[in-house]
């Protein structure tokens, strides 16, 4: 077994011990394997060991890759995590079939028109920057809720779900309590919270995703 596949073992029991202990459904939480920067020929034992859920932070490192390992492996989802630019809304669109990144109206607008244009629609989530750092991406905390409805109202968009990263030095607890309390504001079910340091508190709050890299495929 490769490394990559056994640690991807350990995270799976991880996840459902973690979810066992929150009292949360067996299977509840989806665990998204975070391949960014990893070649296909390191992602590919993964999925033969069956996992199917994947994110990339780059759309064209995505690109570079995840096409011919669809053609391999059957009924991947690949998810956005990383900031989208405007002008790469259609590229993403036509690659990606959860973008977990949307924070501003520019893209809403700009995914909007290539939803429309393509007529293939990925799962969209709102990226909340819980800890309002400057240099991170994400909607402020105090907009998130009037900014998923504007998707809703204005663009046509419907949102499935938050997304954050907490700021690194600090207790993520509070970030995903608050990630928790703005979807249920905003009336959307999914979580996406929780990385290779944090993904078992993460479940306890409430996550319906887990976003792991470094725990699976190793130091990038
Ligand atoms: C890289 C990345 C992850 C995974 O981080 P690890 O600490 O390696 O698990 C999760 N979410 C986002 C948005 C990332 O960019």
């Not at 995840?66 to 002008?87: C, D, K, T």
């Not at 290539?114 to 990925?122: L, S, V």
């Amino acid at each position: 077994m490769s490394d990559a596949v056994q640690q991807l073992e350990t995270v799976k029991a991880r996840i459902a011990a973690a979810e066992h202990e929150a009292d949360r459904p067996a299977g509840a939480v989806t665990l998204v394997a975070v391949s960014k920067t990893f070649d296909a020929d390191a992602i590919r034992p993964v999925l033969a060991a069956g996992q199917r859920v994947f994110g990339e932070n780059r759309v064209q490192e995505a690109q570079g890759k995840w096409p011919a390992l669809r053609q391999e492996f059957p009924g991947i989802e690949l998810h956005l995590i990383g900031p989208l630019q405007s002008n790469k809304a259609k590229e993403a669109v036509a690659l990606f079939d959860v973008i977990e990144t949307v924070d501003r109206e520019k893209i809403a607008s700009e995914l909007a028109k290539e939803i429309d244009r393509q007529g293939k629609a990925p799962k969209l989530y709102v990226q909340v920057n819980t800890g309002s750092e400057p240099q991170k991406a994400g909607i402020e905390p105090k907009d998130a809720v009037a900014f998923v409805a504007r998707c809703r109202d204005v663009h046509g968009l419907a949102i499935e779900g938050l997304m954050c990263i907490p700021p690194a030095e600090e207790n993520p607890g509070p970030h995903f309590a608050l990630l928790e309390k703005l979807a249920r504001e905003a009336g959307v079910e999914k979580l996406s919270m929780g990385m290779s340091g944090d993904y078992e508190l993460a479940v306890a709050f409430g996550a319906s995703s887990v976003r792991v890299g470094s725990a699976i495929f190793g130091h990038r």
